[in-house]
Each structure stands twice: as C-alpha cells, then as structure tokens.
C-alpha cells in the first residue's frame, strides 16, 4: 500500500497544476481509505460508508478537474483600443461629413477703378446712350451711342428714366445683372449707403453704374456742375470704401472725369434713380 501511494504521488508531481489539486485530494482520500481499509482489517471490518464517500468525492474531483481544463483552454478575451467600435466613430464621422461651414466672402478693395473707354455725346438730348455706352466700354461690351437709342427709347426729349438705361444695360450683358433704384425726391440716410453698397457691388464685379441726376452739385476739386434739366453720368470707380466715386461725364470732353462724394451724388439724383 505504501508503495502504491508513493507512485501516485511522483505521477501528481508531472500533472498540471488543476490536476495536482484534484489528484492531491485523491489521493489524500484514498490513503484515508486505506488507513481505513488497514484499521479494519486489523480490528473490525471496513465500513461500506468510507467507500462510497471516496467514489463519490473521486466523481466531484474529476468534475472540478474537467472545469479546471476547460477554464485552461478557452483563453480570457482581449479587447484591442483600436479595434474598438466607438473608437472607429470619431474617424468615420470625420471622413463621411466634410467642412461645410461657409466661407465668409472675400472683402472689396478700399479703391477700385475701372478701365473704360470715353465717348462725349454726339447730341445735347442723347446723354442717356452716351452714359450707357461709356458704362458698358468698363464691361469690355463696346457699343455705339446710335445702338443704344433704341434700347432706351431715347430721342429729342431725350431718355425718360432709369428704368430705360436698366433695360439697355441688361440687354448688352449676361444675366440681368441691374436693378433700377429710385430716390423719392429726397435722399435718406439709407438710401445714401444703399447707392454706396450698390456702386462697390456693382463695380467690384467690373460693371459700371448709370446714374439720372437733376440740379446742381460740386465734385471734390470744387468743380460746378448744373444739369437742371437733368443728365445721365456713368460712374465707373470708387475710393474710400465707396464713400467717393468716379464720374465719367459726356456733356464736357474738356473735363470727362471726376470724384465726387456719394452722399453729393445720392443728393442729385435724389428725384430721379439709378441703373446699378
């Protein structure tokens, strides 16, 4: 019997450790029952009990054995950061929404002139053509003052309003790009930056403006100009953000150009509008 303990034990020292516990306990059991089976062969006969107490706890040994095993072999899951899916969010929301944050319009320039080609009116009635011919000359569209007559119905009277130079602008460029604007006989504070913002508009985007003007008014050189019949001026620049414009006039080849204040110009042409 010794010799046969000895042996279970140097076979538990090569098992694995899960096995050693559950052998050990064997073990221990069966040499508990054979201490027993010792006492009673020498004193009394061995108790059925001890028996069934060793087969029962050997079947529970071999079940925590066979867990033990099993635990061994299924390895414990690892999680990897960058497999994880609320990681990958962050990056495919990235790449599947793009900037679209609007981007702010680029500012106008403080000063901007355009280049143009000067025409003085071949007549005293048809400053309305002359004006809208000289405006477009700053568009790269040329003309003729005699092309232009009809498209503003103009003739001996002369032209009748802004909405007429805004119809002969519009058929001479692409997209309609002029609207009329009309004074109400007096010029508002609004009205006057209204003109400021359509002229740097208008010209920024390489256009000229046709302005219908009545009375009397002086340019920043101290210059008198009397129209009080009313007259049609192309403006074709501006300066000071606009709060000063370029005049190209046909009535006077002696003087064809020169700068005025907005507000002087929104004041004489406070009863009549504009082409912008």
């Given at each position: 019997m010794k010799h046969h303990l000895k042996r279970q034990l140097r076979r538990l020292v090569t098992e694995r450790p899960y096995q050693i516990v559950a052998g050990s306990a064997a073990a221990l059991v069966l040499a508990g029952g054979a201490s027993?089976?010792?006492?009673?062969?020498?004193?009394?006969?061995?108790?059925?009990e001890n028996t069934?107490?060793?087969?029962?706890l050997g079947s529970r040994l071999g079940e925590v054995a066979s867990r033990g095993e099993a635990r061994v072999a299924a390895p414990s899951p690892s999680v990897?950061?960058?497999?994880s899916p609320s990681a990958a969010k962050p990056a495919a929301k990235a790449a599947a929404d793009p900037d679209t944050t609007p981007k702010a319009k680029p500012k106008p320039p403080s000063t901007k002139v355009?280049?143009?080609t000067y025409e003085a009116q071949t007549a005293y009635w048809n400053c309305g053509p002359a004006a809208v011919r000289n405006a477009l000359s700053a568009s790269g569209v040329e003309t003729t003052q005699?092309?232009?007559?009809a498209p503003l119905n103009a003739g001996e009277n002369g032209t009748n309003s802004a909405e007429d130079t805004t119809r002969g602008l519009n058929q001479m460029v692409k997209g309609n790009p002029y609207r009329t604007h009309m004074f109400g006989g007096s010029a508002s504070p609004a009205e006057i930056d209204q003109l400021q913002a359509d002229v740097v508009k208008a010209i920024t985007d390489?256009?000229?403006?046709?302005v219908n003007i009545a009375g009397d008014a002086t340019d920043t050189d101290g210059g008198w100009?009397?129209?009080?019949g009313g007259h049609y001026i192309a403006v074709i620049g501006y300066k000071n953000d606009g709060r000063t414009v370029r005049i190209a006039d046909s009535a006077n080849?002696?003087?064809p150009e020169y700068w005025i204040s907005t507000i002087d110009l929104a004041n004489w042409a406070a009863t009549r509008g504009y082409s912008a």
């Open positions: 027993a089976a010792v006492a009673a062969t020498d004193d009394a006969p061995a108790p059925r069934a107490a060793v087969a029962e990897s950061p960058s497999a355009l280049d143009y005699d092309a232009m007559i390489g256009r000229g403006v046709v100009h009397s129209f009080p080849p002696a003087l």
